[in-house]
């Protein structure tokens, strides 16, 4: 998947899957903020200079706040309340 978004083979999954476990702690991460995830080095690294264009940031926000709002209603739709049957 890496390979094919970015041209280049990924290294281990595992070193992101720690990390992101890891920022599910949010004093864990607080020194993260406006960083972005370099799992091959296993650290938070600068963005890069393509994200922070003028053509591209302003895009990326609103991008990701639509799939939050998405994810949400789906999230919202299947929920049961305590006490509730479907079947």
């Known amino acids: 998947m ?3 978004a970015f041209g280049a083979a990924g290294g ?5 899957a720690k990390i992101v476990a890891r920022a599910a702690l949010p004093a864990a991460f607080a020194y993260a903020a406006a ?3 370099d799992d091959d080095a ?3 690294a600068q ?3 393509v994200a922070l ?3 591209k940031s302003p895009r ?5 706040e639509a799939l939050l ?3 949400a209603r789906t999230t919202d739709s299947t929920r049961l309340e305590p006490g509730e049957d479907r079947s």
């Open 2 to 4: 890496v390979k094919q």
């Open 12 to 16: 281990n999954i595992g070193i992101g």
């Open 35 to 37: 960083k972005r995830l």
């Open 42 to 44: 296993g650290r938070f």
């Open 47 to 49: 963005p890069r200079a």
């Open 53 to 55: 264009g003028p053509r």
């Open 60 to 64: 990326v926000a609103p991008s990701i």
């Open 69 to 71: 709002r998405d994810r």
